[in-house]
Nanobody
Framework: QVQLVESGGGLVQTGGSQELSCTVA????????MGWYRQGPGDQRELVAS???????TYADAVGGRFVISRDNDKNMIRLQMSSLDFEDTGLYLC???????????????WGQGTQVTVSS
């Protein structure tokens, strides 16, 4: 069974830094798109940053220059390094990946359970 295992998150002061990581666990043939989404209370999920297997990255305008996403294809893992955090960065951060399970002939989407990041003064 494939699942996304997230770590990191918690309470951080404004201006501080934090790191999130997400690992694809289980028996798989391959991992494509991987990214982090953010969801605030009552808000829709919005893409924060993504990275492809060729390491091409995409960032939301609001986090450009402050967040850095990286990827280890050998470990099927991504990291999101967040700096200069502000109140607007508060939310539930969810890992998302497109994976081909070893037991399937097709690619499918997976979501992590999410990890809360709270920025306070």
């Amino acid at each position: 069974q494939v699942q996304l295992v997230e770590s990191g998150g918690g309470l951080v002061q404004t201006g501080g830094s934090q790191e999130l990581s997400c690992t694809v666990a289980g028996s798989i043939f391959g991992v494509g798109f991987m990214g982090w989404y953010r969801q605030g209370p009552g808000d829709q999920r919005e893409l924060v940053a993504s990275i492809m297997p060729d390491l091409k990255t995409t960032y939301a305008d609001a986090v450009g220059g402050r967040f850095v996403i990286s990827r280890d294809n050998d470990k099927n893992m991504i990291r999101l390094q967040m700096s200069s955090l502000d109140f607007e960065d508060t939310g539930l951060y969810l890992c998302h990946a497109i994976v081909r399970p070893a037991t399937a002939a097709f690619w499918r989407e997976y979501w992590g359970q999410g990890t809360q990041v709270t920025v306070s003064s």
